[in-house]
């Protein structure tokens, strides 16, 4: 076993299959994706591109305010989907509003950046009623297990054709697809404040956290036997102590049987 994928060309091919399977399965023929410029979304557009016609996906830019998405829709460019798919929509509006009546101060950074995710989930399944479309999320394996998402909010999809690879992964196979430079060279973000980065929120990069990951999850080691070469023990901890945390995710809502 690897953390490192044997053959991307076929990684690739059960992801597409998976993806015309299930739409297939579930009569849809449309599919919306909240692309943001990263490399995770980048690569479910690809996917999806591989696995629908281009003309039956809806990539959505949901910036907040001056937000940039011209990565976002260079993406799609790349791709070949055609503009008259693309929509833009500043989702400024509905954050500043919940803000106001829930009397969110500009300091409570997490609480606002979990409004912007919901804010986006709205938009997101508004569309997919609208178009009659199944919504293809962007979650990786890393994010799942480090339970670095908001519940509700960018978590939330009707098909997840990238749930099963660590963020090595997602980048192995953006590299396999000859990606664009700058998803390859973008620190990983969820764009929920100014200068935002995922690594540094948490504390480790996500290649240290896929190697512990993938020893706890996949070879099913105990938390204290795991070490790395040359890494920090704090560090492999600071990932440990993540996942720890945010074990609740998986079990929530609870409920009486």
């Known amino acids: 076993m690897s953390l490192i994928l044997s053959s991307p060309e076929q990684s690739v091919q059960e992801i597409v299959a998976f993806l015309k399977k299930t739409y297939q399965e579930q009569q849809k023929e449309r599919a919306v994706i909240a692309v943001s410029g990263g490399i995770d979304s980048a690569l479910s557009l690809a996917l999806l591109a591989q696995a629908l016609p281009k003309d039956k996906i809806t990539p959505l830019f949901l910036p907040y305010n001056d937000q940039p998405t011209a990565d976002a829709e260079a993406m799609a460019s790349f791709l070949s989907i055609p503009q008259e798919n693309w929509r833009k929509i500043n989702i400024a ?47 990786n394996k890393s994010e799942h297990f480090l339970g670095y998402y908001t519940r509700f909010g960018d978590a939330a999809s009707d098909i997840e054709p990238i749930s099963h690879l660590y963020k090595t992964n997602v980048r192995q196979l953006a590299e396999y697809l000859a990606f664009p430079p700058q998803f390859l060279s973008k620190a990983p973000t969820a764009g929920l404040w100014k200068d935002q980065t995922d690594e540094q929120e948490m504390g480790f990069t996500y290649e240290i956290a896929d190697q512990v990951l993938y020893k706890l999850v996949d070879e099913h080691r105990q938390p204290e036997t795991i070490s790395l070469p040359g890494v920090d023990p704090a560090v492999v901890q600071a990932v440990l102590e993540q996942v720890k945390a945010n074990r609740f995710k998986f079990h929530v809502p609870y409920v009486m049987m």
């Open 93 to 139: 509006p509905i954050v500043d509003a919940a803000s106001t009546l829930l009397i969110l101060s500009e300091t409570e950074k997490y609480r606002r950046g979990n409004l912007m995710a919901r804010a986006r989930m709205m938009v997101v399944y508004d569309s997919s009623k609208e178009l009659n479309a199944l919504v293809c999320g962007t979650e």
